[in-house]
């Protein structure tokens, strides 16, 4: 079992909320479950879109590189917008129309914008 290290946080009173329902209602066991769990998203996040940095960084790379006359970017940009699309559905994305909003006061993290 990994060293467990206690940290106190202070979380806004909707925050706090939230997490005190999630254990109501027996979805975790603990408060700190609840954080553990919500760290592991974001951390999968992070390492998703550094993933994709790192992506975008070797194609725009070889771009730089190759001297010939390219190609119609249409169809390249069509699959990365599709790409980043998908993945930012489920990496803390604005709701679309029609989806609830998350129920706290923080602004969502700013989001990169959509390729057209």
Same mark, same amino acid.
Do not use: C
């Given at each position: 079992?990994?060293?467990? &290290? #206690?940290?106190?946080?202070? $979380?806004?009173?909707?925050?706090?909320?939230?997490?005190?329902?999630?254990?109501?209602?027996?979805?975790?066991?603990? %408060?700190?479950?609840?954080?553990?769990?919500? =760290?592991?998203?974001?951390?999968? #996040?992070?390492?998703?879109? +550094? %993933?994709?940095?790192? !992506? =975008?960084?070797?194609?725009? /790379? &070889?771009?730089?590189?190759? +001297?010939?006359?390219?190609?119609?970017?249409?169809?390249? =940009?069509?699959? $990365? !917008?599709? #790409?980043?699309?998908?993945?930012?559905?489920?990496?803390?994305?604005?709701?679309?129309?029609?989806?609830?909003? =998350?129920?706290?006061?923080?602004?969502?993290? +700013?989001?990169? #914008?959509? /390729?057209?």
């Amino acid at each position: 079992m990994p060293t467990i &290290e #206690k940290l106190s946080i202070a $979380l806004p009173t909707e925050m706090a909320s939230i997490v005190r329902q999630a254990v109501d209602a027996g979805e975790y066991s603990s %408060q700190s479950e609840v954080v553990r769990d919500a =760290l592991r998203d974001w951390t999968y #996040k992070r390492n998703l879109r +550094a %993933q994709g940095l790192q !992506e =975008l960084r070797r194609a725009w /790379l &070889e771009a730089v590189a190759d +001297a010939s006359d390219g190609e119609d970017p249409a169809p390249i =940009l069509d699959a $990365l !917008e599709h #790409k980043y699309v998908d993945a930012g559905s489920s990496v803390g994305t604005a709701p679309k129309a029609g989806q609830a909003a =998350l129920p706290f006061s923080e602004p969502p993290a +700013a989001q990169p #914008k959509r /390729l057209t």
